[in-house]
């Protein structure tokens, strides 16, 4: 017998040694230079994979690339297919379960056994010389095929896979809603970078210009022809729209970058735009009025569809308590085979059945029951807050593009005064009235106005792009609702506040000069502009710059009530009696990162300091 046991040790032992030792000898293994390489490389060419641009690429282009390749739109796919794989594989969880076992077992010696009397409470001792018996090989090989199937366990899974294709229908729209974002993303983009385009081509030769001015401007100061601070005026007055010129070309030349990104396209890809600035743009209108805006987007929006999918799940967890409550039954039925000689049938049938119930079940129902009610209130009650958001958006969207649409208005206005004025001073400089300096500022401006009158047309896109994806639909999207333009709309409550007039355009006759030191005097109000002028006795204006440099807690910033601030990535109406230091409070964010998410208020002059 110890023979037996050593041998065992001496083979056991070794193996044992080995399965250890391979198992402590997994370390972390970091990517090689070559592998890194080969996978470098293979992303690149996947990122290649896009269709060829073969001529330039209008609005609805930019959108049909980028729902088509953009990478944040295909990532939303993957995850609308991986929550439609695991809905199938729910499905599974109702099946029976159906198990086939084969198996083969051996010893080195027999099973024997010997047997004796049970006498008095307890077993006579075994004779000298027992009869020992066998019942079975030393080698013995098995096979059976179960099929088993628990009631419970099917009502569970039923509900859960009923869950499981809610959720995959969340994800949908999650899908849709990702759709929603990039369309307006690109339609935002898009225009900018025909804004870009176009005034990059103006930018810079206006840039040469002013450098062949500051040249001219050295020779004359070195030949002392002008005195030295009317020079070096002239030479700063020169640098300040130099630098003007270069805070505009910095803004705009990452224009084309977003939007290929937007589109799919690896960076550095050239391409064409079809649109190109104009003079003048048409009017949108959306053909229908709030009320209906209203029904649309309830029924339309993601959100509100994820909502009403939530509070289903939220229903079917209910039962999911009630069944969890009831006994379990098991039905199984077998086929059962095996090579034994010793047994008088090697094959044979079984059927059986199996009832389970925990009875503490019974003190869990009312907290598990309360718990899947609170469950439904809630999610109902978030439906409602999302509703209302959603109508809210509705109605600010429309606010927005009516305030979009008077600013494009007086953009285009101050772009044919601008234009006016610049051709006067052209004019004026052929017959030698006029200076080099004032030309190139008229130059500046002019180039100015283009660039808020496009900005303006863009921003009239945007908010137009907002009203159709507040509703949840595209712009050709087939609807069955009355159309009646938003633009006809009398309802005080949701009109835009006009736009508050700044100056008065006098008709009456001016000079040139007058005109020109008029148009240099104001303040050039776009966000890109660093330049400082005052408007009221020892009042300056902010600029970009100002914001991130100066303390804003000591500036004048003036809101009105109605108009929409973006706060913290939502949108807030000022309400009587609010100002920004207040809302800054309540919003528990800093001035500054408010002004910074609405520029707009330093494009209208809103923000004024000592």
């Excluded at 070309?249 to 735009?273: D, N, Q, V, Y």
């Excluded at 409602?384 to 953009?411: C, D, F, P």
């Excluded at 400082?532 to 440099?549: I, R």
């Amino acid at each position: 017998m110890s023979f037996r046991i050593n041998r065992w040790k001496n083979i056991s032992i070794p193996l044992l040694s080995v399965f250890i030792v391979t198992g402590c000898s997994i370390s972390p293994k970091a990517w090689e230079k070559n592998e890194i390489k080969d996978a470098s490389k293979q992303e690149l060419v996947a990122l290649d994979k896009t269709e060829a641009i073969t001529k330039a690429i209008s609005l609805d282009e930019a959108i049909h690339r980028g729902v088509k390749y953009n990478r944040q739109k295909r990532v939303s796919m993957m995850q609308s297919a991986l929550a439609e794989k695991q809905f199938d594989l729910t499905k599974f969880d109702m099946l029976p379960t159906l198990a086939a076992n084969a198996g083969y077992a051996t010893r080195n010696n027999y099973a024997a056994s010997a047997s004796t009397v049970f006498e008095d409470g307890k077993p006579a001792e075994l004779a000298d010389s027992p009869t020992y018996s066998v019942s079975q090989a030393k080698k013995q090989t098995t096979a059976d095929i179960t099929f088993s199937w628990n009631i419970l366990d099917f009502g569970l899974s039923y509900v859960k896979a009923q869950q499981q294709s809610d959720k995959f229908l969340i994800s949908k729209e999650g899908e849709r809603k990702v759709l929603f974002n990039i369309t307006q993303d690109i339609r935002k983009a898009y225009y900018q970078a025909v804004t870009a385009e176009e005034l990059l081509n103006r930018i810079h030769p206006l840039m040469k210009e002013v450098r062949i001015a500051l040249q001219d401007s050295d020779k004359v100061k070195s030949l002392r022809l002008k005195s030295p601070i009317k020079a070096l005026t002239y030479q700063r007055e020169l640098l300040d729209v130099l630098r003007d010129l270069a805070s505009l070309e910095r803004t705009l030349i990452f224009s084309k970058l977003e939007l290929a990104e937007l589109m799919g396209l690896k960076p550095g890809t050239a391409f064409e735009l079809a649109d190109k600035v104009q003079s003048s743009y048409e009017l949108l209108t959306v053909p229908f009025n709030l009320s209906t805006m209203e029904k649309i987007a309830l029924e339309n929006r993601p959100e509100i569809l994820e909502g009403r999918y939530r509070e289903r799940i939220s229903q079917k967890e209910l039962s999911v308590v009630m069944l969890s409550m009831l006994p379990g039954v098991s039905l199984n039925a077998g086929y059962n085979a095996n090579d034994s000689q010793y047994a008088l049938d090697n094959n044979w049938y079984s059927l059986g059945a199996n009832v389970t119930w925990n009875l503490f079940n019974v003190f869990k129902y009312s907290p598990l029951s309360d718990a899947a009610d609170a469950k439904i209130i809630l999610a109902k009650e978030q439906k409602l807050a999302i509703a209302l958001a959603v109508i809210t958006q509705v109605h600010l969207s429309t606010v927005r593009y009516q305030q979009a649409v008077g600013e494009y208005k007086l953009s285009k206005d101050y772009l044919n005064i601008s234009e006016g004025i610049y051709e006067q001073a052209m004019n004026a400089n052929e017959l030698d009235m006029s200076s080099d300096l004032l030309i190139i500022k008229e130059k500046l401006s002019y180039l100015l106005a283009t660039l808020r009158h496009s900005a303006a047309y863009a921003n009239m896109q945007n908010s137009y792009g907002r009203i159709y994806a507040s509703m949840g639909i595209n712009k050709d999207s087939d609807v069955e609702y009355p159309k009646d333009n938003i633009s006809e709309q009398k309802n005080d409550t949701f009109l835009a506040k006009p736009i508050r007039e700044e100056a008065v355009v006098d008709d009456s006759e001016t000079t040139v000069q007058e005109a020109q030191e008029s148009q240099v005097s104001q303040e050039q109000n776009a966000e890109l502009l660093p330049d400082q002028k005052l408007t009221e006795p020892g009042a300056f204006v902010a600029t970009v710059d100002d914001v991130n440099t100066k303390d804003l807690t000591n500036t004048h910033i003036l809101i009105d009530v109605g108009e929409v601030l973006n706060i913290t990535g939502e949108e807030y109406i000022v309400q009587q009696d609010d100002t920004l230091s207040d809302l800054a409070v309540s919003f528990n964010e800093k001035m500054k990162e408010i002004v910074k998410n609405n520029l707009w208020l330093i494009e209208q002059r809103r923000i004024t300091y000592n």
